[in-house]
Nanobody, 118 residues
Framework: QVQFVESGGGLVQPGGSLRLSCAAS????????MGWYRQAPGKQRELVAS????????NYADSVKGRFTISRDNNNNTISLQMNGLKPEDTAVYYC???????????WGQGTLVTVSS
């Protein structure tokens, strides 16, 4: 199992930006696709962005495409999510996880709360 520590969330006005970070334990980090998920109040957790092992490919949910950018640093076992043009509907707790066959592989971390509100 890999453990994750997410950070960088906060309160931001609509149109603002935040950068989330996820630190992962374990040396096998670099061999897996990684993803950012989010869970809004009363909704199911959803995958918003993923990045392949060598950053060759990234994928985004339609709702964040063009606004969010996922990146990874395999040397430091971290992934990041740059979020621009934030909207109130982006309000959620954001989590990272390894992906295997498109599914999260590990136990969830504590997440980081993003609140977009004026």
């Amino acid at each position: 199992q890999v453990q994750f520590v997410e950070s960088g969330g906060g309160l931001v006005q609509p149109g603002g930006s935040l950068r989330l970070s996820c630190a992962a334990s374990g040396s096998i980090f670099r061999t897996y696709t990684m993803g950012w998920y989010r869970q809004a109040p009363g909704k199911q957790r959803e995958l918003v962005a993923s990045i392949w092992t060598r950053s060759i490919n990234t994928n985004y949910a339609d709702s964040v495409k063009g606004r969010f950018t996922i990146s990874r640093d395999n040397n430091n076992n971290t992934i990041s999510l740059q979020m621009n043009g934030l909207k109130p509907e982006d309000t959620a707790v954001y989590y990272c996880n390894r992906l295997y066959n498109g599914q999260p592989l590990d136990a969830w971390g504590q997440g980081t709360l993003v609140t977009v509100s004026s």
